[in-house]
């Protein structure tokens, strides 16, 4: 089993939709929980972090934790076009190691 | 831009060829991180300093690989004898030591091994 899994996609939704992305991880040591975003041809940028079990909110994004059921989600509400990326979900250990998922492929439908 | 930048962007080599890659990172970070990623994965570590003390390298790190940060400012990767398998996107990132969590990503380096 890998350390995190994540599905692949591509998951297409149109326009406005409400995204839900997420992420399963095996190892209990990890402390924060994070959103990458990655565009065609670019480097990740981090989009969001969680240090605990909860619920993050920015903007139109969501991040959430549940650390005894080891699953992260992250929620896009309202959609854009510009959403349109690859989301890479990441976990950082006590020794500071990031793991980092395969990435979903993500498109917004105009 | 301050953000961090790479070059070459692309590199096309013949197997068997070296190839090097340079990385400036934001200028007052000072850790800096080479990653790998390939085709549907996501980044996988290979290596990072802290200034320019080379601190952790990844078994994904072969002997034909070297990285190096001389004065703790800019980095290079260096490749020798390159294979087919070493064909990928190297990206390099950056961040402060107390943030360490948030890491600043370059555009990466595309190399495709022929």
């Known amino acids: 089993q890998k350390e995190v899994e994540q599905d692949p996609g591509p998951l297409s939704v149109p326009e406005g939709a409400i995204v839900s992305l997420n992420c399963t991880y095996s190892?209990?040591?990890?402390?924060?929980f994070m959103w990458y975003r990655q565009y065609s041809r670019k480097g990740p940028e981090l989009l969001m972090y969680?240090?605990?079990?909860g619920n993050k909110e920015d903007g139109r994004f969501t991040a959430q934790v549940d650390k005894s059921s080891k699953y992260i989600s992250l929620f896009i509400r309202d959609s854009q076009p510009s959403d349109s990326a690859t989301y890479l979900c990441?976990?950082?250990?006590?020794?500071?190691?990031?793991?980092f998922g395969k990435g979903t492929r993500l498109h917004i439908l105009p | 831009d301050t953000g961090v930048s790479q070059d070459p962007r692309h590199k096309i080599t013949k197997r068997g060829q070296n190839v090097t890659f340079r990385c400036d990172p934001i200028?007052?970070?000072?850790?800096l991180y080479w990653y790998r990623q390939t085709l549907g994965q996501g980044p996988e570590f290979l290596t990072y300093?802290?200034?320019?003390?080379?601190?952790?390298k990844s078994r994904l790190l072969s002997d034909r690989f070297s990285a190096e940060r001389p004065k703790g400012s800019f980095s290079t990767l260096e490749i020798q004898r390159t294979e087919q398998g070493d064909s990928a996107m190297y990206l390099c990132?950056?961040?402060?030591?107390?943030?360490?969590?948030?890491?600043?990503f370059g555009p990466g380096t595309r190399l495709t091994v022929l």
């Open positions: 969680t240090y605990s079990s």
């Open positions: 190892n209990s040591a990890f402390q924060y």
């Open positions: 990132a950056s961040s402060l030591a107390q943030g360490a969590f948030n890491r600043f």
């Open positions: 200028s007052e970070h000072n850790r």
């Open positions: 300093f802290q200034n320019e003390a080379q601190l952790e």
């Open positions: 990441a976990m950082r250990s006590s020794d500071d190691k990031i793991i």
